[in-house]
């Protein structure tokens, strides 16, 4: 498989890995805009956030609410993002919610 998420997932390319569920993958991103920047996945390719069912955002979002506890930004705040497409910034077609805090935004 091409997709560099999913190469993550399967375990062929190393990532810091912060919190997995059965369903979610969250590791560190490699090019950090924050103290705290960390990208939640599913698990399953998705290409495009747009293209994520109920079931899996609830299943993002519940992880990024234990990453932010886990990393120590719940309560000062933290911002959630996701690009969607080429003209947005989307660099990796594999539906990714960017979790940044740490400071202020």
């Known amino acids: ?6 190469r993550i997932v399967g375990g062929e390319i190393p990532a810091t890995v912060v ?10 991103d490699i090019q950090p805009k924050a103290p705290v920047h960390v990208l939640l996945i599913p698990r399953e390719h998705v290409p495009n956030a747009v ?8 299943d ?4 990024a609410k234990e990453v932010a506890e886990a990393e120590g ?3 000062s705040g933290y911002r959630l993002l996701f690009n969607t497409g080429p003209d ?6 594999h539906a990714h919610l960017h979790l940044l805090g ?3 935004l």
């Open 51 to 58: 293209d994520l069912d109920g079931d899996q955002l609830g």
């Open 102 to 104: 740490g400071r202020r």
């Open 19 to 28: 919190h997995e569920t059965k369903t979610t993958l969250a590791f560190r």
């Open 88 to 93: 947005s910034g989307q660099e990796v077609f």
């Open 60 to 63: 993002l979002f519940a992880a």
């Open 73 to 75: 930004v719940a309560e």
């Open 1 to 6: 498989m091409s997709c560099l998420f999913c």
